[in-house]
């Protein structure tokens, strides 16, 4: 990924609803923002006009993250689409173990 990337957006989505979190990473680095929207095209709606909100661009310098959910992440990968938002969906084991490495003290 380029030094570019402005804005991580990490989805956790289920049948009712999915949760939303936004970080920036280059330039005016913010606090992270959440929000839960619904599973549906109002909460799709909503969710762009928070994007829009929060200055998201949707170009190649903004990516979101979401997991593998069978059925229930397919209408957010079908809207990213729409609005050209670039989209990784990834395997939910492998997001879940890649957290990084972890330290190991020594005294």
């Known amino acids: 990924m380029e030094d ?3 804005f991580f957006i990490g989805i956790d989505v ?7 979190s936004l970080l920036s990473v280059v330039g005016d680095r913010r ?17 762009q006009k928070w994007l829009r909100k929060n200055k998201v661009t ?12 069978g059925i229930y992440h397919r209408l957010i990968w079908s ?9 990784y969906i990834g395997n ?6 890649s957290f990084g490495l ?3 003290l020594t005294f």
Do not use: Y
């Open 4 to 6: 570019t990337t402005k």
């Open 14 to 20: 289920s049948k009712p609803h999915f949760d939303a």
């Open 31 to 47: 606090p992270i923002q959440t929000e839960r929207f619904e599973n549906n095209l109002d909460g799709l709606k909503l969710f």
């Open 58 to 69: 949707m170009v190649s310098n903004s990516l979101l993250v979401i997991e593998n959910t």
């Open 79 to 87: 809207f990213c689409g729409c609005i050209k938002l670039p989209i």
């Open 92 to 97: 939910s084991a492998h997001i879940k173990w």
């Open 102 to 104: 972890p330290l190991t």
